[in-house]
Every structure is written in structure tokens, then in C-alpha cells.
């Protein structure tokens, strides 16, 4: 593992918060003078909401050290890996990250040094990222306990566009439509499918309207499922609905509790 | 809370092995014989799929004893109330119940002596139940830790469509929708809001046969919310997404964890 003398981090709730705690003694003072707080820093991380991070990541590349790596833990990344690149082709400093931690906690106090451990962090560096840059951000996320891989941004999106962007959607619009009265029987089952629909709905809106076009082919996908269900109940065809719940299990056992 | 000196359990699944487990002492052989398992029962449960039930109970109340008191635990009642009311007006010893516990476990090896502990159970007798017979009911499902409430078998099927039906479903059509390449990138979200689809397809669909009007309506109020979730990303409508996503947080938050 590299040798981090100082690590900055930029946006302190529940992930930059994380990381906090599981660096502690490394990462011991606060500042909120952007030059201050990165000058010396070999690592800085923007953990910030995602409509901030570019701009966060211009400005503090002004300040940061030469051999500056710079990273962030968004949950898009194509709006921010190409408005990165484009505004400046020449600093390769930026690799971009997306732990896959948090879900429908938010906020510093939801804090956790394990938060990443036995997670997946997502990397997606470009064409032009340095090998070097790639290997210290993966071991970087990996001293916190997380599986580091690699993929595109485009990949990156249209991946977390089905696995939780369309998921926290259909589970705030399954939460909305219960009728308030009927809430005192919701048991275990309503409570899980609904959990991440506590979400911040100002950080998932910026989410959403960053990665719009792919959560719009996911939610595609999961809309011609609907109809068939749909169709299903109506029509009394039993034998499709069983399908549909087959299906609908097999690829849930897949996962594991 | 009442001596039973004798419950027999007809369906020894998830639910009917609970209550073994939570009685034990109490409920000590077990018979394939229904004369013998019922004759001197004053508790019989029937907790066998759901479309087993009215022919279970019905057959059961011919070795039952006269003041015997029946119930059952299936996840509709208007199919079942209305079966037994109508089939045999002059029997009174049947009063439907419905524990809102299991999910997405199945199977006496999930069972749990603690699955009814702060769980509610819904209780529809009908016009014509004696009192006496929904106390002791009442008293039986709080001994195993259960928190009663009494609704008609109708009230009953609107309510858990829309908490417990509905839900499966969305479920089912989240998780069989999910490219099977983007499973390995499933974090706790997705986990979690596909978790009850996990459950057993031939137990479920029997569940959406035999409520399958009131589920309609429940996803016609979901399929409106999809809409508009649809609409809102297609026209880039960002403040309407706000309001669906605040909704469907403020629903959320009203249960708690």
C-alpha cells in the first residue's frame, strides 16, 4: 500500500466521512480554504453531491501538488469523466471512482470506517490515464477494504443505471403510491422494497439528471416487464404470470441474501 | 390467555412450523390422518398454500369437535371467508386470520418460535362470528407475541394488495428485468428492494389468483406513479421528479427502519 503522508477530502457526509474514519490518524484537520486543504495533499478525494464535482475538481486542481492524484465517489460518471476531460486534456491528474456503499443513509453521522469493506469501487479511467495514477487510486480503495474494477464511464453508467439508479426510482414510486391508511400493515416485505426510497431526493435528482438517457433504457426495460405483468393479471394467464415469478427469482437467488 | 389442552397445525410450512415451535410443549406428534390430528383439538390452524384452504378446512370440520375453533394463515381472506360462509352457513367455527410475518423465507426449515414476536396478525370474522370465538382467536395469535387487529376479508384483500401483493410483484419484475451481467455490481439496494422476490412462485401466484381484482387496482395506482416517473425523465422535468422522489420518501420514513 502507498505511503499517503496526506490525503485530502472534499465534502464530508457520508462517504467522504467514511473515509475519514477509516484513515484515521492519517486524516486529523479541517479547513474550508480549498488551497489550504489540498496544497499538500498526494490524494485528494471530491466527495461531494455529483452536479458539484467537476467544478470542485477544477478548482482544486489549481492548488494541488504537480503529482496530484485526484479521484471523487459519484454515482454517475460520464458527465463527469468527459466534463473533466474535456475542460482540460492535458491534466491527467483526474481518475474517477464510485464505491458502491450507501444506499438510503446520508449524511456525516451515518458514518462507518467499514462502509467500503467487501464492497465493489467501481474505477474508470480513460484512454489516457496513467497506469501508475490507476494502480495507486486501486489501492487506495482497497486499503478501506473495497474490490477494486475497472470499466468505461459510459459502461460504468448504463451498469448503475439498472442495479440502483432504476431501483431507488421504482422503490420511491412503489412508497409514494401506498395509500397512507395502509401503511400501519406494512410489514418486513414493503419495508425492504422500499428502503432506498428514503434517499435524499436533491442528491438523486442531480443523479438522475446526470445519467437520464441510460436510467431511460433501464427503466425501458423494467417497463415492458410491468406490461407483461400487467397483461398477466388481467388476462388471468396464470402460466405467464409464474413465468414472470421464476424469473423474477432466479435472478435474486443468483445474487444471495 | 385460554388452556388449550390440544392445537392441531395442518400445513407444517414456514407459518405452521412457527407456531409448532413458538407452542412447543404443547404441540408434541405429528399424524397424517386428519381424524386423529383434529378429533380433539379446540385449536385447529390451517396454514397450507392458500388455495388449499377452504377444502382443508371444510374436510377438517367433519372430525372437528363442536366447539372446536378454526383459523387458518393465508395471505387472502375474501376467497376464503366467502368460500366457508357460503358453503356451510350454519357452521360458525371458522374465523379467517392472516399473520403479516414470513416474506421471502419459505419452508419449515425457515421457521422461528419468535416469527409472530411485534408482528401483526389480521382477523376477519364475519357478521355473523361469535364474540367469544374472535377473543380466543384474538388471545391465541397474542400468546405467540402477535398484535391483533379485526377488518373485514375485503378491507383485508385492499389493504395487503397494496402493502404486501403489489410489492412482490414490483419486485419480481425489478429483479427479472436486471440484465443478468449487471448482477455482480448489485449492492444492499438492489438487494434490498428485490429481496421478497425471492419468495416461491406456486405459493404466489395462488396469492395474486385469488386476489387478483384488488391487485389490479393497487397496480393501476403504482402504474400511474410510473407514468409520471416516466414523463418527468423523458420531458427533463426536474421539479416534478422532486415532488415523486420527496413523496415516496416522506411515505417511506412514516414506517421507520
Excluded: Y
Amino acid at each position: 500500500m502507498p505511503d499517503w503522508n496526506q490525503i485530502a477530502i472534499c465534502g464530508v457526509g457520508l462517504i467522504g466521512g467514511s473515509i475519514g474514519m477509516a484513515q484515521l490518524g492519517a486524516i486529523d484537520c479541517g479547513t474550508t480554504d480549498p488551497e489550504t486543504g489540498v496544497a499538500m495533499a498526494e490524494l485528494i478525494v471530491v466527495a461531494t453531491p455529483v452536479e458539484l464535482i467537476v467544478d470542485r475538481v477544477r478548482e482544486l486542481r489549481r492548488f494541488a501538488r504537480a503529482d496530484a492524484l485526484i479521484t471523487d465517489a459519484g454515482s454517475t460518471k460520464r458527465a463527469i469523466v468527459d466534463g473533466l476531460d474535456a475542460a482540460d486534456s492535458d491534466d491527467r491528474r483526474f481518475v474517477g471512482s464510485h464505491p458502491l456503499a450507501g444506499g438510503h443513509r446520508s449524511g456525516v453521522e451515518a458514518s462507518d470506517g467499514d462502509l467500503f469493506v467487501g464492497r465493489r469501487t467501481i474505477l474508470t479511467p480513460t484512454e489516457r490515464t496513467p497506469p501508475a495514477a490507476l494502480d495507486r487510486l486501486c489501492q487506495f480503495w482497497q486499503s478501506l477494504g473495497s474490490i477494486t474494477c475497472e470499466m468505461s464511464a459510459a459502461e460504468h453508467d448504463a451498469v448503475v443505471a439498472g442495479v440502483s439508479h432504476v431501483p431507488h426510482l421504482i422503490a420511491a414510486v412503489l412508497a409514494g403510491t401506498t395509500p397512507a391508511d395502509c401503511l400501519t400493515w406494512a410489514a418486513s416485505g414493503w419495508a425492504d422494497s422500499t428502503r432506498i426510497a428514503a434517499g435524499d431526493p436533491d442528491l438523486w435528482r442531480e443523479i438522475v439528471r446526470q445519467n437520464a438517457d441510460e436510467i431511460d433504457r433501464a427503466l425501458d426495460r423494467f417497463g415492458d416487464g410491468f406490461e407483461t405483468l400487467r397483461r398477466s393479471i388481467r388476462e388471468r394467464d396464470w402460466n405467464r404470470l409464474t413465468e414472470l415469478l421464476i424469473e423474477g427469482k432466479r435472478r435474486r437467488d443468483a445474487l444471495g441474501s
